[in-house]
């Protein structure tokens, strides 16, 4: 499959603790995106990279997030001290700039339960 | 800011009956617009796009008309099947910028 993979699919934490997620883009792709996905809503924008770089972040991204990609391959975001409010699906995508950098390309998510 | 609303569901349809879904958009300038569709335990795929007033966009029988003087982007299908089902989500990219802004999303259930 050469598709969009995120890593772990499911996670449960207790509040207060860290948890880091992993999103592997296609492999030509230069661009990577991180959106949150709370029920019954639309994709929220978090960040995205540009090879290794992160060009735009959301208000929504607070300093508890943090999101890195350092060989422009896969990334992590990485959520500390856990809140309930956290509790959301976290959706990856990716892009080739050069073709159509709007034609994104989402994984499957992670669906994070903070209790 | 930029928004996206759509028409609330769950939309309940038979087989083959006709489909609309209601898209209408906020944005400054030109924004490109889009239709993704979220099946049951998969990921979002792209169902169509456009990039510029007048543009139809189609794929798989859905169809969806950029609208700059309505600011709309309505989805259409003649005939649905019951492997239509699923959640459509309208989304735009900025005139300026990378993100996509979502709408809430509709849910389409079609009966067989």
């Known amino acids: 499959d050469t598709g969009v993979s995120q890593n772990p699919r499911h996670k449960i934490t207790k509040r207060g603790q860290n948890v880091t997620f992993r999103c592997d883009p296609i492999?030509?792709?230069?661009?990577l995106y991180w959106y949150r996905q709370t029920l019954g809503q639309g994709p929220e924008f978090l960040t995205y990279f540009q090879n290794e770089a992160q060009l735009e972040k959301s208000r929504l991204l607070s300093d508890r997030f943090s999101a890195e990609r350092p060989k422009g391959s896969f990334s992590t975001l990485e959520i500390q001290r856990t809140e309930q409010g956290d509790s959301a699906m976290y959706l990856c995508?990716?892009?080739?700039?050069?073709?159509?950098?709007?034609?994104?390309?989402f994984g499957p998510g992670t669906r994070l339960t903070v209790t | 800011g930029d928004s996206v609303t759509q028409m609330e569901g769950p939309v309940t349809l038979s087989e083959e009956a006709f489909l609309t879904i209601n898209c209408t958009y906020t944005a400054t300038g030109y924004p490109s617009l889009f239709w993704y569709v979220q099946y049951p335990g998969e990921g979002l795929q792209l169902l169509l796009k456009?990039?510029?007033?007048?543009d139809k966009g189609s794929n798989k029988g859905f169809e969806a008309t950029y609208r700059k003087e309505t600011t709309s982007f309505h989805l259409e299908k003649g005939s649905v099947q019951v492997s239509d089902s699923a959640v459509y989500f309208c989304?735009?990219?900025?005139?300026?910028?990378?993100?996509?802004?979502f709408g809430p999303g509709t849910r389409l259930s079609v009966l067989p």
């Open positions: 456009a990039t510029k007033a007048d």
């Open positions: 492999s030509e792709h230069n661009r």
């Open positions: 995508a990716s892009s080739l700039s050069e073709r159509d950098p709007n034609e994104q390309y």
């Open positions: 989304a735009l990219t900025p005139a300026y910028g990378q993100n996509f802004v």
